[in-house]
Nanobody, 121 residues
Framework: QVQLVESGGGLVQAGGSLRLSCEAS????????MGWYRQGRGPHRELVAG???????YYTDSFKGRFTISRDDAKNMTYLQMNSLKPEDTAVYYC???????????????WGQGTQVTVSS
């Protein structure tokens, strides 16, 4: 089965940087969209950035200029470089990927388990 595993979270001081990684594994025929969400203290997950296959990355406005999403299709990975971190960036960060595992089933959205990012003031 397909699995997404994030890594790279941790504790960082305000103004610092972290790079999150997410690797997709399992039966993968193709990966279309890849992205990152986060969930702070509220009940909803917030879109951070997305990167469609063969397209351009895009960001929620509040993250433009500080966060950068990238992907390595050869390795089935996506990354989120986070700079100038603020205490309000503290959240659990989740990666997502639209993955086709079989031609008959089509593409399906998968989520990672999340990685905690804590920014201290």
């Amino acid at each position: 089965q397909v699995q997404l595993v994030e890594s790279g979270g941790g504790l960082v001081q305000a103004g610092g940087s972290l790079r999150l990684s997410c690797e997709a594994s399992g039966i993968i025929l193709s990966i279309n969209h890849m992205g990152w969400y986060r969930q702070g203290r509220g009940p909803h997950r917030e879109l951070v950035a997305g990167f469609p296959s063969g397209g351009n990355p895009y960001y929620t406005d509040s993250f433009k200029g500080r966060f950068t999403i990238s992907r390595d299709d050869a390795k089935n990975m996506t990354y989120l470089q986070m700079n100038s971190l603020k205490p309000e960036d503290t959240a659990v960060y989740y990666c997502t990927a639209d993955i086709m595992s079989s031609i008959t089933d089509g593409s399906r959205k998968f989520w990672g388990q999340g990685t905690q990012v804590t920014v201290s003031s």
